[in-house]
């Protein structure tokens, strides 16, 4: 089985377009000659990647050539009993792979459940001598690896996780079949835990506003969801190291303290062990915000390294003040290693770390242009840009998808930390965003995130509350709506109709 | 100007990626003989290193050959052996003193200690003493019972040692599997439960299957993922640059230019040697380069595209030649020759962010096999540097000439390479580090070792 590398997971668009095959054979007729001279090379006008082309065109059938990295997809499968985080697992890594470029969708059997069973009514429907309640539960579950098979197969899906208690072998091996008999990998993570006061404080975060519990009051609640847990302990097969050390699996105990990892077999998942491993619980908040309004900013000039300008000074001195009030403790500051963030940074007066990645986005040509003279130089380049913001790179620089690989690291350590205020750049910042609140690529390039105001998110139950608090100095808007005229010979009018004004 | 003396010792004016650790990481392997960890301790410094964490190993086995000059026989190791468990003891003593003075003095991030470590009471002091001296401990331990694996290991490592120099195979091998015996009645593994609190990875059957404890912090985090990508299957990496660049040719740096009529034929004849070579299996890596791309289009097989695998990015003086950036930005030209690794083009990059650009390709290329990679000088002098643990000083003047491809193979606890030129004609792109590097040299001084171009 081939392994997948970053490279290609980041050139994928989303849906994933069937590659072709490559053809390694020679034309007919030419089997027993030296092989035909390298192909001509042309450079797509948008992502600026060299293309074999033939007659000025790009080869139709090959847009690059590239090793398949996964032959097949992959079906993530969790165990474990009902309140040990495997929805909230599933979720995380799903928003992740997504964020690097992984098409990945999670399949949560309880949802496909409470569709079939309108109204839950109590445990007993998980008794395990409950008939009815077995059998819907059964065609729940087929319903779901319908979805997954789809999904994966004709979808475009790389990543498939199949979110349910998957707790005995028999039920277990039953998936394996089914991945086996549709050309899947398939990836346990269980997860372990009988610390009481982590279930306890799952089922209040998750489960009391949970549609089975509409209805109830919280002890009413969390009385008939440790019977439902009892309903599953008996027969809870736990993946054994000896019985199954054919699988390929992570085992998360104690809320990951300690893990077993057996039978890593490619790429994906590697990079889906190291991203479990690095995730935690603990409550913490991360501040996001950009540097204080800076002299191009003012200027409507995009790109460059200039300095703050007093607006920006003054943003950076109440940055310090709010910081001070939010009483964070043990606040990690990151900067990039651009003057802008670092001069916001000085005026906390606390320690700080520079990040080259960071960095803005690399505007190559473009660097300290205006929209103005971006469409006077380069109207091509311009209208591209609108028609995918997302793919397109700058001559000689980057796009929005190389910069969520270069914030890749980024990430893994925002994972890892707890309190953090990282002073960054606009497009930057939206990249982090959108993994933070799972915003497809599409979306990304346009989230909001105007000069002078703080994003403060919060994990939360699946997800992450947004605060955005505006430290009320004004600033220069730099944010550009995509036009409703992207097509290339467009008027200049056109083109510039979105742009923020600016001295 | 970093601020945070709290933070790693080397912060200096250097641009901290993340400050990896408030105290040193004492590094502790456990496992019987022929379990790997001098070879994990080896890789995992060399990698370590690279990644700009300074790091250094300390093999307990190696001071007791200096201490014992001549090695007789495994009854230096018989539990019972009361001469010889002082003699060890002394040695790993000795050790520690050094981990500590290299980790407290010298600047060390992290020491490894290589020694057997196999019962908890060795364990224990060597907990003590990290925590007398504010040092993190972090134990790596190789289980392993696969007699296979354990032979193989024996003869690629331990019959070349210098304990063995005077036996034939046979002695050697029974010897050492005396030796080991004397380990295993007093094994105490790290236990789930005895050993709960400790902060650890349990690497078993040569990776098949890890046990990981309480990862504490960042470069923890980071070392457990790097053993568990490496792999000892045998198999060779190929490193080239592109085919010879029409920039090349007029001595200009950087750019996206196309193969040059000597290139071309370059990569027909790269194209053959693949095929010579018979690989199994081989992937083939280019950067986003046309160079690269061109050159991997001659060899008629499937490869990929990275772009974190682009020539160093020269900023204002892309596509210059030396001699105009000697012109136009003489002190940036002086500042280069005097720190060539951590000098940064302005608007550009320096060796050092390379090496971090790099460093997924590096973990990649672990996970692999058989690769291809085809890029360009600066970067193969990164990866080269990587694979021959080379220092940050040398990494920059590494000779990666064009039209040559070095085939490493991994061998013992180190690489061979073999360098083979494809016999087409190329420039010469090296430019040795001149004399003066004075930032008021003359023009001619600093052009002295400029190579011969059109």
């Given at each position: 089985m081939k392994d997948r590398s970053p490279s290609e997971q980041h050139q994928r668009k989303r849906p994933r377009v069937p590659t072709e095959a490559a053809s390694d054979s020679p034309p007919p007729g030419m089997e027993d000659e030296t092989p035909p001279n390298p192909?001509?090379?042309?450079?797509?006008p948008l992502k600026k990647i060299w293309v074999p082309c033939k007659n000025g065109l790009p080869e139709k059938h090959i847009s690059q050539r590239k090793?398949?990295?996964t032959n097949c997809p992959t079906l993530i499968v969790t165990v474990g009993l009902p309140a040990r985080g495997k929805t909230y697992i599933s979720k995380k890594l799903t928003r992740y792979l997504n964020w690097i470029g992984v098409p990945t969708r999670e399949f949560n059997v309880g949802q496909y459940r409470r569709e079939y069973v309108k109204i839950y009514k109590s445990f007993e429907f998980f008794r395990p001598d409950n008939e009815e309640g077995l059998k819907i539960r059964q065609q729940c579950a087929s319903a779901a690896l319908n979805d997954v098979r789809q999904y994966l197969t004709d979808e475009g899906g790389q990543v498939a996780v199949f979110d349910a208690t998957n707790t005995t072998r028999e039920r277990r091996e039953t998936i394996i079949q089914f991945a086996e008999q549709n050309g899947f990998k398939v990836f346990f993570v269980e997860s372990v835990c009988e610390d009481p006061d982590v279930i306890q404080e799952n089922i209040v975060q998750v489960k009391l506003g949970s549609p089975d519990y509409t209805n109830c009051n919280t002890?009413?609640?969390?009385e008939d969801f440790m019977k439902r847990i009892k309903c599953y302990e008996n027969s809870y097969e736990t993946l054994d190291e000896s019985l199954d050390r054919d699988l390929s699996y992570i085992k998360i105990m104690d809320v990951g303290r300690r893990f077993l990892v057996n039978r890593v077999l490619d790429h994906i998942q590697s990079r889906i062990v190291y991203y479990l491993m690095n995730i935690h619980i603990t409550p913490r908040s991360i501040y996001l915000c950009r540097h204080g309004e800076s002299e191009l900013?003012?200027?409507g000039r995009i790109g460059g390294d200039s300095g703050l300008s007093a607006r920006g000074k003054e943003f950076a001195r109440f940055l310090g003040?709010?910081?001070q009030e939010q009483g964070i403790s043990d606040l990690k500051v990151w900067t990039s290693q651009m003057k802008r963030t670092i001069q916001t940074a000085e005026a906390l007066n606390v320690p700080y770390e520079q990040w080259k990645v960071l960095n803005e986005i690399d505007a190559g040509v473009c660097e300290e242009m205006m929209y103005e003279e971006i469409q006077e130089n380069y109207p091509l380049e311009f209208a591209l840009r609108d028609q995918d913001k997302y793919r397109y790179r700058y001559p000689k620089g980057e796009s929005y998808e190389?910069?969520?690989?270069?914030?890749?690291?980024?990430?893994m350590e925002l994972e890892r930390q707890e309190n953090v205020l990282v002073i960054c750049h606009q497009a930057v910042m939206r990249c982090l965003l959108a993994y933070f609140l799972d915003k497809t690529a599409e979306e990304l390039p346009y989230l909001k995130c105007?000069?002078?105001t703080v994003l403060k998110l919060t994990p939360v139950a699946y997800g992450c509350k947004v605060e955005s608090i505006s430290l009320n100095v004004d600033a220069v808007n730099t944010h550009r709506d995509r036009p409703e005229n992207v097509?290339?010979?467009r008027t200049s009018e056109d083109a510039l109709q979105t742009v923020p004004p600016h001295l």
């Open positions: 192909r001509e090379l042309t450079q797509n090793v398949c990295m002890e009413e609640a969390v900013n003012v200027k003040q709010f910081i190389d910069l969520v690989q270069r914030l890749e690291p980024v990430i105007p000069l002078h097509n290339v010979h």
